[in-house]
């Protein structure tokens, strides 16, 4: 080999050539973490234009794997080629000025150029990808000084590279995405690629290139700014926002990833604004006696309004609510008025498990709001699920859960099938065109109520409480019941969701303006 060994000397000294064990462990390990933090922190980014469904997931970390093989190969080539002292800082220092760029760059590409988000966002994971990944092969060259020391050498940094992959997936998903901002992250990690770019150079060849990176980072930073798309709150889930009224009243609109989540009246929780949301309203309102307080579970809460609602209608109700997102709880606290005594226990947990805690027959009734219009939790809507749900209901409970679907309504119908191999009584509320028959079923789509029981559903009472309610509402038609043959007719031949088999992400289409509390 031409390339000569690095001494314990020369790792501390600027100027001199090779690269020692610890220098280059510290190399391969940082930018192989860094590739995961750019990977999953991709995710969030994409989540409020694309959902956090099992395709952006897949998509993402198929780019992910493209950038490290592509990388990982043209690295090798050129290091054989090029003297890798030439190409370790450029590759640091250029993947980390895109990562630092990359927040303001996809958040102004998703508001004004939508139909390229796609392309420019597979650039953004792409470009420092490949370049941290071929770091690696840069350093393994100039660490094979000894043919018999090849496997020795190769298996450490290989394994180093490993266990920083696995350090920076841990430290991104437990650590840095709870406690900061997604566009901070990213800024933060590129100026340490950058940090890392102007070391490397000042151990080998002295560069100067590294101020005008710095500038790029400057610039990231201020592009995050002014760049369109912005949170009130980054929760562990979510891009948050509150929307005031825009007449001053006290209503306040909670938008999670960029759709309009809840409405909140704080002076007056009987104000509801959704029409789904009347919708539940109304089949709660006709199945138990007006008044009288019911224990409820909700699972999924949003801004927290039918247990508001119930609260207020229902004086002594009891509302437990399991909402996986604790940012999401903070805010109903600190920005939508929730009163600290008004029967309302929220537990930051997922809604399955909140299930499991539930004592059998403890409910009169659950409701289901944690189906959004781009994302499905989709262990919440399976037969398995449904016999929890089925589970904690007492014989008289009722189970109401917010759908939303649009096109063929593929998703809708299946959970529909799914409620129907658990419950004996099942019923739908929609817009007419959206759970009827013929050439415009299914033209519009959004939100649908299906309704579950063990005992016969009050129908004839649901329906006069829907019609009281049109009052206000953004529709002409009015939504109507479809239960017993008509409903076997929309169904169809939808197969029931089981944890063995439940492609949600497949089955909705997600398009047009959508609300989900």
């Not at 000569?4 to 001199?16: D, H, Y």
């Not at 019941?481 to 029931?496: C, V």
Request: charged share 20%; aromatic share 4%.
């Amino acid at each position: 080999m031409t390339e000569p060994s690095s001494s314990p000397a020369a790792e501390g000294e600027p100027g001199r050539v090779g690269l020692g064990p610890r220098a280059a462990a510290m190399l391969v390990f940082g930018s192989s973490a860094a590739v995961l933090v750019v990977e999953i922190v991709a995710l969030r980014l994409l989540a409020p234009y694309l959902g956090l469904t099992l395709e952006t997931s897949t998509m993402v970390i198929g780019i992910a794997l493209t950038a490290i093989a592509f990388g990982s190969w043209l690295g090798g080539h050129i290091a054989d080629q090029v003297d890798p002292r030439r190409l370790i800082g450029p590759a640091l220092g250029v993947s980390g000025a895109v990562v630092a760029l990359t927040p303001s760059v996809l958040r102004t590409t998703a508001e004004w150029a939508p139909a390229v988000l796609l392309v420019i966002a597979s650039l953004t994971i792409l470009v420092p990808g490949a370049l941290l990944s071929a770091v690696t092969p840069f350093v393994t060259k100039l660490r094979l000084t000894n043919l018999a020391e090849t496997g020795a050498v190769v298996g450490r940094l290989s394994g180093v590279g490993t266990v920083g992959a696995i350090v920076g997936t841990v430290l991104t998903g437990f650590v840095l995405v709870s406690r900061l901002p997604v566009s901070a992250i990213l800024l933060g990690l590129g100026a340490l690629l950058v940090a890392g770019s102007a070391w490397a150079e000042w151990r080998t060849r002295g560069w100067r290139g590294t101020p005008a990176l710095t500038l790029v980072i400057l610039a990231g930073g201020l592009g995050v700014t002014v760049a369109p798309g912005g949170c009130d709150v980054e929760t562990k889930y979510h891009c948050a926002r509150v929307v005031a009224d825009s007449d001053g009243g006290d209503g306040r609109t909670l938008v999670l990833d960029g759709l309009r989540h809840s409405y909140v009246d704080v002076d007056d929780p009987t104000r509801l604004k959704f029409a789904y949301v009347r919708a539940i309203a109304s089949a709660v309102d006709a199945a138990f006696p007006r008044g009288a307080p019911l224990a409820a579970h909700h699972l999924g809460g949003g801004g927290l309004t039918l247990p508001r609602y119930l609260a207020a209608t229902r004086p002594g109700t009891r509302s437990l609510v399991s909402e996986i997102d604790g940012g999401v709880v903070g805010i109903n606290r600190e920005r939508l008025g929730l009163p600290s005594q008004a029967g309302i226990g929220v537990r930051v947990e997922d809604g399955r498990l909140g299930l499991r805690r539930l004592n059998t027959g403890s409910r009169d009734l659950v409701v289901g709001d944690a189906f959004g219009g781009v994302s499905v939790p989709w262990h919440l809507t399976t037969v398995e699920a449904m016999n929890d749900v089925r589970r904690v209901l007492d014989e008289n409970g009722l189970y109401v859960a917010n759908l939303i679907d649009h096109g063929g309504m593929d998703f809708a119908r299946a959970e529909v099938a799914t409620l129907r191999e658990t419950f004996e009584h099942v019923a739908v509320l929609g817009e007419p065109d959206d759970i009827g028959q013929g050439p415009t079923a299914g033209s519009r789509g959004g939100n649908l109520v299906v309704l579950a029981s063990g005992r016969p559903l009050e129908l004839r009472a649901t329906q006069r409480e829907l019609d009281a309610r049109r009052t206000g509402w953004k529709i002409t038609t009015g939504w109507k019941i479809t239960t017993g043959g008509d409903l076997d007719s929309w169904t169809g031949d939808a197969p029931p969701l089981t944890d063995d088999h439940a492609p949600v992400d497949q089955l909705l289409q997600a398009h047009g303006p959508q609300t989900g509390e």
